[in-house]
C-alpha cells in the first residue's frame, strides 16, 4: 500500500500543517488532536481508540518482518479503520499503534454499533506484502459531553479502557474509574517503593515463629516485608510484594530483606538468642547473576551460619526457567543454606519436580490447612501430602494454624512444624524476642 492511498482524512478544512501529520500513515497526530478536541461541542459523544495490537505483538512483529513491514502493518491497519468508518469521520494517528475518533451519542452500558462492526473487520489478520499479521486489537470508549475538557485525559483514559478490553469478550471496553484508580495506586506504590527501600523507617520486618508441633518449641521464624506509607498508611503485602515482582524493583526489594534479616540474626546471636531467619525468595532473584554472593557477603559480614538462612521460595518456580533455577537451588544447598518450598498445593502441584529440588522443608499452603477436619476430602488430603513430604525427605510446615485442633491433628499426622496465629501473629523483631523468651 503506497502512501498516497493514506492521504490526510481530516472534516472539511485546511490541511494541517507537517508536523500535525503522523509521518508513516499521513493522518492527523496527536497534537491535531488535541486542538481539533477543544473545539468540539458540548453533546454527547464517545471517543473511540483503537489498538492495533499490543506493545509485545508489535515488538515481535518488528523483530521477525523489520521496519518496512511493521510500517506497513500500521498503515494497512490504518486503512482498514477508515474503510469501516466510511467517510466524514476524522481518524487520529495518536500514537505507534492508536487511532481514536469521535462518534456523536453515547449508548453506555452498550457500545455503539461502529464498534461491534470494528471488532468484526479486524477479525480477519491484515496482509503485508501477503505475509498475513494478526491484529489482536484492543478498543476502549471514553464518554464525553464537556466542551472544552481536557483531551489529553480523555485520550488517556481511552487507552486505559482499550488495554482492559483485551479481557473482555467482546473485544471493547469502557473507561472504568474504578479501574482506573486501581491501576494508578499500583503504578504510584511503585514510584514509592523505589524510594521507601532508600529511606528510614517506612520499611521494617515482622517475624512469624515457627513451632515444633510436637514439642512446641521455636528455632526459626519467617521475615515477612511491611510498608507504612506515608500516605496510604500499612499496604498490604500481598498488593505491594506482587507488583515489585513483575519489575526489577524485586531485586533491591529482595536485597533489602535479606540485609535487614541477617543483620537481626546478628544482633539476636548476641543477644543469646539463636533462631533461623526464613527469607521469600522470587525465582526473578534465583536468576540474577551475583544473587548468591549478595548472600554470602551479609552471612560472612555478620558472622551469620549459613544453615540459620533458609530461602522460601514458591512452587511456581517449575514455571520460570527450570534448569538454571534448579541448579541455583542446588549451589546454594551445597554452599549451606537451607531451601524451603512455599505454598506447597496453592497452584498446580507437579509432583514429580518434588523429586529434583534441592531442597529441605515443604511447606503445605494456609489455603488447605486452615479449618482441616479429619475423614474430610481436606483433611485426607492435607494427611497425605505430609506422609509423601516426609517419605520423600522434607521437613514439613503447616501453614494458617489458628486453633489448637488444627495443631493436634496436624500433629497426629506427622507435620513437623506449624506456623500461625495460633502460635504468633508476625511482630516486629522486639516483640519477638519477648514472645520467645516467654514461650521457652
Known amino acids: 500500500m503506497g502512501l498516497a492511498a493514506l492521504r490526510p482524512w481530516m472534516p472539511e478544512g485546511p490541511r494541517p500543517e507537517p508536523a500535525r501529520l503522523d509521518p508513516i500513515t499521513l493522518l492527523p497526530n496527536r497534537r491535531q488532536y488535541s486542538a481539533d478536541a477543544m473545539l468540539w461541542g458540548a453533546g454527547k459523544a464517545s471517543l473511540v481508540l483503537v489498538t492495533l495490537c499490543d506493545a509485545h505483538t508489535f515488538s515481535e512483529i518488528l523483530r521477525v ?20 468508518l466510511g467517510p466524514g469521520t476524522p481518524v487520529y ?6 487511532f481514536v475518533f469521535r462518534l456523536p ?4 452500558p452498550d457500545a455503539p454499533q461502529m464498534v461491534d462492526r470494528i471488532v468484526a473487520g479486524f477479525r ?29 485525559e ?39 517503593l523505589k524510594s521507601a527501600l532508600a529511606t528510614e523507617g517506612q520499611l521494617a520486618l515482622h517475624y512469624q515463629p515457627k513451632v515444633g508441633l510436637g514439642c512446641g518449641s521455636c528455632d526459626s521464624a519467617e521475615a515477612l516485608l511491611r510498608w507504612t506509607h506515608p500516605e496510604f498508611g500499612a499496604v498490604s503485602p500481598g498488593e505491594f510484594v506482587a507488583l515489585a515482582e513483575t519489575t526489577a524493583l524485586v531485586t533491591p526489594m529482595t536485597r533489602w530483606v535479606i540485609d535487614s534479616a541477617t543483620r537481626q540474626a546478628a544482633i539476636w546471636a548476641v543477644e543469646g538468642l539463636y533462631i533461623s531467619v526464613a527469607i521469600n525468595v522470587s525465582p526473578k532473584n534465583l536468576e540474577e547473576p551475583d544473587f548468591v554472593e549478595y548472600l554470602l557477603f551479609c552471612c560472612t559480614m555478620r558472622h551469620i551460619d549459613r544453615a540459620r538462612v533458609e ?3 514458591t512452587e511456581g518456580i517449575q514455571a520460570a526457567r527450570g534448569g538454571l533455577i534448579l541448579d541455583r537451588l542446588a549451589a546454594l544447598r551445597k554452599l549451606g543454606f537451607s531451601i524451603a518450598i512455599d505454598d506447597f498445593g496453592s497452584g498446580y502441584s507437579n509432583m514429580s519436580y518434588l523429586t529434583r529440588l534441592s531442597a529441605h522443608t515443604l511447606k503445605i499452603d494456609q489455603s488447605l490447612v486452615r479449618g482441616v477436619e479429619e475423614g474430610t476430602l481436606g483433611g485426607r488430603l492435607v494427611s497425605n501430602i505430609i506422609h509423601m513430604g516426609r517419605d520423600l525427605g522434607y521437613r514439613v510446615v503447616a501453614e494458617g494454624i489458628e486453633t489448637e485442633s488444627e495443631r493436634a491433628l496436624l500433629a497426629g499426622w506427622g507435620c513437623d512444624y506449624g506456623q500461625g496465629w495460633h502460635f504468633g501473629r508476625p511482630m516486629p523483631a522486639e516483640t519477638f524476642a519477648d514472645w520467645h523468651s516467654g514461650n521457652r
Open 154 to 192: 480523555d485520550l488517556r483514559a481511552a487507552l486505559a479502557a482499550a488495554e482492559d478490553s483485551r479481557t473482555r469478550p467482546k473485544g471493547w471496553a469502557w473507561f472504568d474509574p474504578r479501574r482506573d484508580d486501581a491501576h494508578r495506586r499500583a503504578f504510584r506504590l511503585l514510584s514509592d
Open 311 to 313: 530461602l522460601e521460595v
Open 65 to 84: 518482518f523489520g521496519h518496512a513491514r511493521s510500517e506497513a502493518f500500521l498503515r494497512a491497519g490504518a486503512e482498514r479503520l477508515r474503510d469501516i
Open 124 to 152: 480477519e489478520p491484515i496482509h503485508c506484502d501477503d505475509v498475513p499479521i494478526d491484529t489482536r486489537i484492543g478498543i476502549g470508549l471514553k464518554g464525553l459531553g464537556i466542551a472544552g475538557g481536557n483531551p489529553g
Open 105 to 108: 451519542g453515547r449508548t453506555e
Open 93 to 98: 494517528h495518536v500514537n505507534q499503534l492508536s
